[in-house]
Each structure stands twice: as C-alpha cells, then as structure tokens.
C-alpha cells in the first residue's frame, strides 16, 4: 500500500496522483495522469522518498505545539512537605513516649495513624509521578516523531498519515500540507 494514496492532489489540473510502486523500498512514484492514461500524463510527479522528510518537518512542527505540560509540580511539593510533617510528628511522639504526661497508649495510637497518613501520602506521590513519567514518554515521541514512525507497521504509518493529512497539494514548485 503506498504511503501517500490518495492524498496527493495535483493542483495544476486538480486530480489526485496514483502511485507507482516497485517491490523496492523508497521506490514508489507518484504521478498525475489526467487521463488516466499515461501519454496524456501532466508531468506532475513526486517520489515518496523526497516527500517523505518535507511530510516529518511538518508534522513534527505541529506537534511540538500541542507537546503536553507537567502541572503537577506543586502537588508533588504539598505532598513532600506532608510526608516531611509526618516524620517530624512521628519523632515528636516518641519523644512523648518517654514522658508521663500522656497515656502510653493514646500516643501510639497517634504514632500508628500519622505512619498511615505518611503511606498514603507516599502512595498519592507515586500516582502523581508516573503521570509526569508518561507525560515525559508522550514528549520523548514527538520530538522523535519520525524514529517512531519508523518503527511502525505499515498499516499503522497509513492510519497515522490519514489521521495527520487531509490533503499533500503537489504543485509545479511547491508542496502544501493541509
Ligand atoms: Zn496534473
């Protein structure tokens, strides 16, 4: 399946170009036959492997632009300091062990319940890491856009060039992504 099938519009005389293939890699052509016939032939024709970096710049430009942003930055400080008050309180408790001016129990009991705040607290933290991890994948793809493209199967490089481009206007000196 070529690449760029029905996506590459000629705009000298408005017809989309039909790919040429060969079993060779980076080999397809793509040709505007007007007629359909290939001695009444436009002379419009691209190869896909010319096209192909014009198609990366653009595409990596667009998506730079929507590149997502970590918000998560002051939660993960409240919840440092949390986890931070906890330990302080745990060490101020024990201390109050040695003392006789509370209950022993009431001040274990008060330890055991500020250990529990500090492990969901942790937990919390943990959640909000991982999404500042897959934000940071997200970010690693699209400045890589075309490593990943690479790696692609055929079938998914058709899918994300039809989500991504509507229409490639090849004219005599120019090429238009839309
Ligand atoms: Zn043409």
Redesign the pocket.
Known sequence: MPLFGRLLY?T????F?SAHGSTKPKKTKYA???SGEEQR????RLWEHYLLPVVFRKLSEELRGFSPRFDGTERLASLDARAEKCDRDIVVLKGRLAMPDMPIEKVRRRIAEVRELKRTTLQERAVVDMERAQLDEVRGILAEFELFFAKLDRHSQLEVMRRFIRRIDVGVTDIVIH
Do not use: V
Request: glycine share 16%; aromatic share 0%.
């Open positions: 000629c000298k005389c408005g017809h170009l505007c036959q007007s032939a436009c002379g419009t």
